[in-house]
């Protein structure tokens, strides 16, 4: 798979699981996405081991459109051939939220996964965090999913 091509892949993998991406449930998003990143392999990348990373990100922001509390894992491609942020691009799998007082108490953070081999205990981080907590019994407003380029 090659970046380019990483939300019609992913759009893929989610419907051989029988899985509506507008649909996702925060467990099912955060399934997917891992069992993504660890099955299906990026190809035409930097030979940097990391070129294929993952970032979960979270907090209540506003790019716009009034605010929002986002559950967001981010698959990270640096691609070769090319050069600072034209190298980098992103498929965004995003969860949203009202964002309620509960929400908006979570400090916005984020952690990144460098590897497919640090996979299970990223999967534990993430399971573990208060923003997980607070958004996995909650049905999301949205659920967007889009690749750009940095």
């Known amino acids: 798979m090659k970046p380019s091509t990483s939300l019609a892949s992913f759009q893929e993998f989610l419907k051989q699981q ?4 507008s649909e996702l449930t925060v467990s099912q998003l955060v399934e997917s996405a891992l069992s ?3 099955s299906i392999r990026a190809t035409g990348l930097a ?6 990373m993952l970032l979960f990100q979270w907090g209540v922001f506003d790019w716009g459109h009034g ?3 986002e559950f967001d894992i981010t698959r990270q491609f640096i691609s070769s051939g090319a050069f600072g942020d034209d190298a980098i691009s992103q498929l965004h799998c995003t969860a949203y939220f009202p964002p309620t ?12 996964c460098r590897s497919v081999a ?3 205990s990223f999967s534990a981080f993430i399971r573990g ?7 996995s019994s909650l049905k999301p407003a949205q659920v967007s999913l889009l690749w750009e380029q940095v």
Request: proline letters at 8%; charged letters at 25%; aromatic letters at 14%.
């Open 18 to 21: 029988c899985l509506a991406p």
């Open 36 to 38: 993504f990143y660890q």
């Open 47 to 52: 030979t940097d081991a990391q070129s294929d």
């Open 67 to 69: 605010e929002r509390f």
């Open 101 to 112: 007082p509960e929400l908006r108490a979570i400090p916005v953070a984020n952690s990144w």
């Open 118 to 120: 640090d996979v299970e």
């Open 129 to 135: 965090s208060a923003a997980y907590r607070a958004v």
